[in-house]
């Protein structure tokens, strides 16, 4: 089963950039769905955006624009580019690897993300 170990999170301020990163155990290429989700202080956790292996993207309203989400199958890594940080984008995001229905769904620890005004 693959492990995910996010990294990148930290405290910057509004107007700010953070990239962050989802390492993989093993090989990505055959997991159909790559994710970043959040979990803001209070709320419930949300998907904030997703690629697919043939390199379709989609995000939440509250990303698109400013949210970048990228797979690099060599690395075995995804990322998130967040640019023009918001207080309200503050949360614990998590990286999510989806390969149903032929493999598991897996999440990572999460990384802490305070965007500060």
């Known amino acids: 089963q693959v492990q995910l170990v996010e990294s990148g999170g930290g405290l910057v301020q509004a107007g700010g950039s953070l990239r962050l990163s989802c390492a993989a155990s093993?090989?990505?290429?055959?997991?159909?769905?790559m994710g970043w989700y959040r979990q803001a202080p209070g709320k419930q956790r949300e998907l904030v955006a997703r690629?697919?292996?043939?390199?379709?993207?989609n995000y939440a309203d509250s990303a698109k624009g400013r949210f970048a989400i990228s797979r690099d199958n060599a690395k075995n890594t995804v990322y998130l580019q967040m640019n023009s940080l918001k207080p309200e984008d503050t949360g614990v995001y998590y990286c999510?690897?989806?390969?149903?229905?032929?493999?598991?769904?897996?999440w990572g620890q999460g990384t802490l993300v305070t965007v500060s005004s």
């Open positions: 690629v697919t292996s043939g390199g379709f993207r």
């Open positions: 999510n690897a989806d390969a149903r229905p032929r493999g598991p769904e897996v």
């Open positions: 093993r090989s990505i290429s055959t997991i159909n769905v």
